[in-house]
């Protein structure tokens, strides 16, 4: 099942526009037809792809004769409009998208598109739980392979404390799961499909578990844990085993529609940084609500294992840490974008922060964050690529760099961004005094720096260079015997401070 508007707003990304909606956006789709006669009446079902048709009327025709809530259809525009007292919702296929691509779209998100790991509405896997929990007669909870809470019961009965910590922190407290670990749950697991009874322990608020592996083929996909005092016996322990089989479809199903979704995401946000002159349809199109939002770039790094961290980063960041995802992602190259909705930078930092929690704690993130923009989301991403490449440059575990706070740092970078480009002056003042200070050993360009940075200030140089201020007299007027400095035009003052800013080099003595 999913929703009208989730239906239309996945299909945008695939060349199919909403061209009339007489049926609530919010209208539950769950079956798919293709406009055909079974036993001498239509096959019925909530959206037809009128493959076949001639005219947009034809189309509708069908879909009515179907009972269809929404229509896909290739026709001209003037007959869509002429549609619309129909109530059909009638979406347009561009010409270029075949009828085979989009069929598995939409299959793929009525019949298979119930939930995925994006985190995008409810899932039927607490259904799923719920029903399973009636048949066993125990609370029960669906984790994922990494042991975090996919799904879990409604019933109460025989629940404990570690249940409810387990559900609160979307997964088992870390005590709790060192006495999984000694009892070798993690190791039956891996190696067995038979359901496995852990022993209570009270100290731990644990009344006890029966835990069944869900897995596909030699796969491991996750576990069904149910509250148990005793080992289930007979229709019970069936009921357990037959629903990790069942639990395992579900997860299978959602895979498939997360990398679809994920995939169609991923373009949306790469076409929204590179500056698409419809950033607003785009906008609305990834659920994001209209407002400033902050670009944040991220590299995460394990030695020898960069891809393989940052896809992870990718799958953290567009799965969710919490119970609800508010940026949207897209990976290009070796770096992670998000765009996330919010004018101050403290939502993007926590973002990064609880990303930065949700993976492993061997992988190294890095992480710029742009300034706040509307429109100018192509400048936007330039900025997070410069905080980024600043942050590593610093020590790792410090938070990310925020292009606000650190406009000043861009600026210099770019500077010496341009200088390593051969735009640094080859001749001038500052050229000669280095060249100077190569062949004498003399302190002349550390001294100028001081000075300027001072303002012309000799107390204050000299206190920088640990020097007395007639010292710091003396090489500016030995200085001047070099190359002419022209101190007294601030205009020059001024390319001096730009071209010592823009070296490497630090600020010496």
């Known amino acids: 099942m999913v929703r009208l508007d989730r239906m239309v707003n996945v299909l945008g990304g695939y060349g ?23 036993g001498g009446r239509p096959a019925s079902g909530d959206v037809l792809l009128a493959v076949g048709a001639r005219t947009a009327e034809e189309a509708v025709g069908w879909a009515e004769a179907a009972r269809a809530t929404a229509v896909l259809v290739r026709a001209d525009a003037d007959g869509r409009e002429s549609a619309a007292g129909a109530g059909v919702a009638v979406l347009a296929v561009d010409a270029s998208v075949s009828w085979s691509e989009l069929a598995g779209v939409v299959y793929g998100l009525v019949l298979e598109g119930r939930e995925t790991e994006s985190g995008r509405g409810p899932t039927d896997l607490f259904a799923l739980a719920d029903s399973l929990a009636d048949a066993i007669g125990g609370a029960v909870t669906i984790e994922d392979r990494l042991a975090r809470v996919l799904a879990y019961s409604s019933l109460q009965q025989h629940a404990d404390p570690a249940r409810v910590e387990t559900i609160l922190g979307r997964q088992a407290p870390e005590r709790l799961r060192a006495l999984f670990d000694a009892r070798g749950v993690s190791e039956h697991l891996a190696a067995s499909d038979e359901p496995l009874f852990v022993a209570p322990d009270t100290g731990l608020g644990l009344t006890g578990r029966m835990v069944v592996a869900v897995r596909a083929g030699r796969e491991l996909l996750g576990s069904v844990w149910v509250t148990s005092s005793r080992p289930l016996e007979g229709a019970h322990r069936r009921a357990l085993v037959d629903g990790a089989r069942t ?32 950033a607003a349809t785009v906008m609305s199109r990834l659920g994001l609500p209209p407002g400033p939002v902050r670009v944040i770039a991220v590299r995460a790094d394990v030695p020898a294992e960069r891809h393989a961290s940052l896809l992870l980063a990718f799958e953290r960041a567009t799965t969710g840490f919490g119970w609800s995802r508010p ?52 400048a936007a991403r330039q900025e997070a690529d410069e905080c980024l490449a600043l942050h590593e440059r610093r020590p790792p575990g410090t938070d990310a760099v925020v292009y606000d706070e ?27 005094l280095r060249r100077h200070d190569r062949e004498h050993a003399t302190r002349f360009v550390a001294t100028l720096q001081a000075w300027l940075a001072a303002q012309g200030d000799l107390a204050a140089a000299s206190r920088h260079l640990g020097v007395h201020q007639n010292t710091v007299r003396n090489r500016l007027r030995k200085m001047a015997t070099v190359t002419p400095l022209d101190l007294g035009d601030e205009r020059k003052r001024l ?15």
């Open 327 to 378: 940026g949207r992602s897209a990976l290009e190259g070796t770096t992670l974008y998000t765009v996330l909705p919010g004018e101050t930078a403290t939502a993007a930092v926590r973002w990064v922060a609880a990303l930065r929690g949700a993976l492993p704690g061997q992988v190294t993130v890095s992480a710029g964050v742009s300034a706040a923009a509307t429109a100018e989301l192509p």
């Open 247 to 278: 639990v395992a479809l579900h997860l299978l199903r959602s895979r498939a529609s997360a990398d679809l979704e994920r995939q169609v995401e991923s373009d949306l946000v790469l076409r929204l940084m590179e500056g698409t002159a419809d």
């Open 495 to 509: 390319a001096m401070m730009i071209e010592l800013a823009a070296d490497d080099e630090p600020f010496a003595r």
């Open 16 to 38: 199919v526009r909403l061209s009339v909606c007489p049926p609530a956006r919010t209208t539950e789709l769950r079956s798919v037809v293709l406009p055909e006669t079974v």
């Open 406 to 432: 650190s406009w000043h740092d861009i600026l210099l970078q770019r500077l010496r961004a341009a200088a390593r480009t051969g735009r640094d002056p080859a001749r001038g003042p500052i050229a000669e």
